[in-house]
């Protein structure tokens, strides 16, 4: 059975809108007087440590410290404003999934695993009322590699629920291949769900254990007790 649970934000739970491309691109702006840094630039499955580093090599700046934080904070800050102006919205079935999750089984640990450092993940699923759910985490600001924040997610529902999970305990919600693979590094399930940039197609390629539309679509009680 199921025993921790660790979901995607962008693409998988939510649409930001575009808030948080415009709030990076305004705040590098704001730092460093470049503008459009993300010109041509992909999203889906970034963490936000090798996509800032990324940004840092591509526009020639050496990554100081003191600036960084600056452009940091200033993320921050402009991600709250972008998102109250953005069309963004829950995606189709996450807050019924989750609040099935929540009445059915309040034993299973539910967690976040994202590429969005954590107060940006905050940030963003306060802003769409999800956050309450979610005891735990690995983000964006913990490691640059993704298939170390599932590693990382991983130990914390461990040391959360006091015992080693073997791999089907564990299951990974996401819709990028970014996703399947985070699953597989850990020998977790992986739903897959096709409501963020990558085609249904494209991640039956990758050959997910589940893969669905939306998480409308999903049979909470058939995969949880699988």
Known sequence: MIRLILFDIDGTLISAGGAGRYAIERAWKEVYGIPDCLAGVDLGGRTDASLFEDLYRAHGIELKPSMHQLFVSAYFHLLHECLH???GSCLEGSSDFLNRLVGLYPDIVLGLLTGNARLA????LRHFGLWDPFVLGAFGDDHACRDQLATIAKGRGESFLGRELVGDEVLIVGDTLH?????????????AVATGGVS??????????????????????????R
């Open 85 to 87: 102006v953005s069309d």
């Open 121 to 124: 993940a905050e940030i963003k």
């Open 179 to 191: 996703d399947i693979q985070c699953a597989r590094s850990i020998e977790a399930v992986c739903l």
């Open 200 to 225: 249904l197609d494209a991640l039956q390629v990758a050959n997910p254990d589940y893969l669905v539309q939306s998480l409308a679509e999903v049979d909470a009680e058939f995969i949880v007790g």
